[in-house]
């Protein structure tokens, strides 16, 4: 959650499904005591079934959270 529709790559090659994400950090300097908040890339890969048809895969970016059906 949190991250830009211009920050999410989804690609679809051989029935893998590649998702990837970049969380930037706020710009400006900031100090923080703490923080759980983290930034930077994320990838994953998913391997889907031979019977999938990729040409129907549909994904929805709402309010920073991704849905893939």
Do not use: C, M
């Not at 830009?4 to 900031?30: F, H, M, Q, Y």
């Not at 990838?43 to 991704?66: F, H, K, M, N, Y």
């Amino acid at each position: 959650p949190g991250v830009k529709r211009e920050d999410v790559e989804l690609t679809l090659e051989k029935n893998v499904l590649r998702i990837a994400a970049e969380r930037k950090a706020p710009e400006g300097e900031r100090n923080y005591w703490h923080n759980e908040r983290g930034f930077g890339r994320v990838e994953r890969s998913v391997t889907l079934p031979e019977t999938v048809d990729g040409d129907s895969i549909e994904a929805q970016l709402v309010d920073g959270v991704l849905s893939i059906k």
